[in-house]
Structures are given as C-alpha cells and as structure tokens.
C-alpha cells in the first residue's frame, strides 16, 4: 500500500495516534486547533481561535488557548517566537527549520535549514562558557519582503541630483 497522502484524515489519524501516545482524549476540540494551525501556518492563538470557532462556536478563546498550549507541551505543534509579534504556532514540528519575518509587514516564512543538517549553526563558545551539547538552533532572519522592499524609497538604486 502506499503512504497516505497528506490529507486531513491522513494528519487526523497521524494527530490521533499522537495523542493517544501522549494520554490525551483525541476530542473534537484538540482536532480542531490542530487542522486550524495545518491550514494557517504560523497563525497566532487569536488567528487559531477564530478559525476554530468559525467550526465549533462552543468552544471559548481561552478554550483555544489552553489547547495550544498543551500541544505544544506535547510536541504536537511549535511556537514559535518572532519579533513585535504574539507567539505563532505550526504543526511543523521536529525538523528545526528557521523563520524568515518582514519587518516591514510581518508575514513570515519557512527557511528549511541553513547549512544542511540540524543543529545548523555552530556555536562559537565565549571564554570561559561551559559547552554545551546543541540539539536545537533556531533562527530569525529579518528583512523586507518583495513588496515591502518595492514600497520603500530608500532601498531604490538613488538617482544622481543633476
Ligand atoms: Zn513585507
Ligand atoms: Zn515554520
């Protein structure tokens, strides 16, 4: 048989079991916050909450909330810190990919590694440090997107004053 495709159910059976392996009831609720975050990567917990109470209006936002928070303890999801942002959170876990942030605009994307094997950076101990065995870098790099980048004059070649 070949591997299911990346379907909603195939992700609910993959969530499921994951829960189950993790003590957790597989409820509606927690299915719910996690096909949110699978359909709006990088959302934050107010992006999630509307989009799960677009679909199960009982549940509250601190509902939503308490339930990102424990998938992440869980390893289920990722939260990920970015500057002059809430928390984002992703079902794309595991695999130490890096954010690239617009600081013009915000929106975000995925960098798949920056070297080509995880922990991707190398630390360059101070003196004096106790070294440390590295497992996980992460990494933002900031900058401007292409319309960012478009909209701003200053980053236009400058046009000589005669
Ligand atoms: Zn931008
Ligand atoms: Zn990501």
């Known amino acids: 048989m070949m591997q ?5 159910e195939g992700h609910e059976a993959q969530w499921s079991a994951a829960l189950h392996a993790a ?12 096909a949110a975050i699978d359909r709006l990567p990088h959302a934050t917990a107010d992006d999630a909450a509307a989009a799960v109470r677009a679909g199960l209006p009982q549940i509250t936002v601190q509902s939503v909330y308490v339930v990102l928070a424990d998938l992440t303890d869980l390893g289920l999801l990722r939260r990920v810190e ?3 942002s809430p928390a984002r959170y992703e079902t794309r876990v595991g695999d130490n990919h890096h954010h690239a942030v617009c600081t013009g605009c915000g929106r975000i ?4 590694c920056a070297v080509g094997h995880a922990p ?3 630390p360059e101990w101070s003196p004096g440090a106790r070294r440390m065995t590295i497992q996980i870098a992460e990494v933002v790099y900031q900058g401007l997107c292409d319309d960012c980048r478009a909209a701003v004059p200053s980053h236009q ?5 005669e």
């Open 82 to 84: 970015t500057p002059h």
């Open 157 to 161: 070649p400058a046009t000589p004053q």
């Open 120 to 122: 991707c950076l190398t």
């Open 109 to 112: 994307e995925d960098v798949d």
């Open 4 to 8: 299911p495709a990346a379907t909603h």
């Open 23 to 34: 003590g957790r009831r597989v409820t509606r609720q927690r299915l719910a916050v996690l």
